[in-house]
């Protein structure tokens, strides 16, 4: 486990469980930005497996069946990444089955759908749950904070297709849901770190295309849009402008 120096039990509680665990403070220190993507990053510099599986730590209904099932198909050769698929409910409290991911639907899936359709098929592209082979991880630039995730599927996908990216159903997936103040940081972070990735791949002034899809857990859908500029009234028009209007006062 790598720790972002977190002041909770979490580092306690993976080392009493048998886990390695290794601050990032001490992996390559010249490169601290903090956050996320600094921590999967650095976990790559950890890790001696040929194999690397990330899930998030705030998840609540952790089952160590995910990791087997997140390998799986990687060592059959299926895929070359798989991504964790679920339901996400909006906070136990609220009693909503669904509604959680809402920074996925709102930010990261429109540009998705428009600068890299070739992932726009993965129910949850930004999920903390991922495996693959850590040799191909290896040749990844990284995204530091909340960009991490989009970064890495949206370049692995540029590198070795997007077919080679897999969903693996983990069913449901409870975990804290953020304030929409939070959320706001979040997606701003994400935003950021589309901009740098199509700037990077000299994207930056391509026209996004029109088809929307979504993938639900009821079922995908498949939406067109036909987003046109028209000119200004001005410019067609024949007719004389009108004398603007004026107001007297009294």
Same mark, same amino acid.
């Given at each position: 486990?790598?720790?972002?120096?977190?002041?909770?039990? %979490?580092?306690?509680?993976?080392?009493? =469980?048998?886990?390695?665990?290794?601050?990032?403070?001490? #992996? !390559?220190? =010249?490169?601290? /930005?903090?956050?996320?993507?600094?921590?999967?990053?650095?976990? *790559?510099?950890? $890790?001696?497996?040929? $194999?690397?599986?990330?899930?998030?730590?705030? @998840? $609540?209904?952790?089952?160590?069946?995910? @990791?087997?099932?997140?390998?799986?198909? #990687?060592?059959?050769?299926?895929?070359?990444?798989?991504?964790?698929?679920?339901?996400?409910?909006?906070?136990?409290?609220?009693?909503?089955?669904?509604?959680?991911?809402? @920074? $996925? !639907?709102?930010?990261?899936?429109?540009?998705?759908?428009?600068?890299?359709?070739?992932?726009?098929?993965?129910?949850?592209?930004?999920?903390?749950?991922?495996?693959? /082979?850590?040799?191909?991880?290896?040749? +990844?630039? /990284?995204?530091? &904070?909340?960009?991490?995730?989009?970064?890495?599927? =949206?370049?692995? =996908?540029?590198?070795?297709? &997007?077919?080679?990216?897999?969903?693996?159903? +983990?069913?449901?997936?409870?975990?804290?849901?953020?304030?929409? @103040?939070?959320? &706001?940081?979040?997606? /701003? !972070?994400? *935003?950021?770190?589309?901009?740098?990735?199509?700037?990077?791949?000299?994207?930056?002034?391509? *026209?996004?295309?029109?088809?929307?899809?979504?993938?639900?857990?009821?079922?995908?859908?498949?939406?067109?849009?036909?987003?046109?500029?028209?000119?200004?009234?001005?410019?067609?028009? %024949?007719?004389?402008?009108?004398?603007?209007? %004026?107001?007297?006062?009294?």
């Amino acid at each position: 486990m790598v720790g972002c120096g977190s002041e909770d039990a %979490t580092s306690e509680r993976a080392r009493a =469980a048998g886990a390695t665990v290794v601050q990032t403070g001490a #992996l !390559e220190p =010249a490169m601290s /930005f903090g956050g996320k993507g600094e921590a999967l990053w650095k976990s *790559l510099t950890a $890790t001696r497996s040929t $194999t690397a599986v990330w899930v998030d730590s705030d @998840v $609540t209904n952790f089952e160590a069946d995910w @990791v087997v099932e997140l390998v799986r198909p #990687l060592l059959v050769g299926k895929a070359l990444m798989t991504k964790g698929s679920y339901r996400r409910p909006l906070g136990t409290d609220l009693g909503q089955e669904s509604g959680g991911g809402r @920074v $996925t !639907e709102l930010l990261a899936r429109p540009p998705i759908n428009a600068f890299w359709p070739e992932i726009s098929h993965l129910r949850q592209p930004l999920a903390g749950e991922c495996a693959s /082979f850590t040799s191909l991880l290896r040749t +990844l630039p /990284f995204l530091t &904070g909340y960009a991490v995730e989009l970064g890495v599927v =949206a370049t692995f =996908a540029q590198r070795f297709g &997007g077919d080679s990216i897999h969903d693996v159903d +983990l069913g449901v997936r409870r975990h804290r849901n953020r304030s929409l @103040v939070g959320l &706001g940081r979040m997606s /701003f !972070e994400i *935003l950021r770190g589309a901009t740098m990735l199509l700037a990077q791949e000299g994207r930056g002034d391509l *026209l996004p295309g029109n088809t929307f899809l979504q993938p639900l857990a009821e079922g995908s859908s498949t939406h067109h849009v036909d987003v046109r500029m028209l000119p200004s009234i001005n410019s067609i028009s %024949t007719e004389p402008e009108e004398e603007p209007l %004026t107001t007297v006062g009294g």
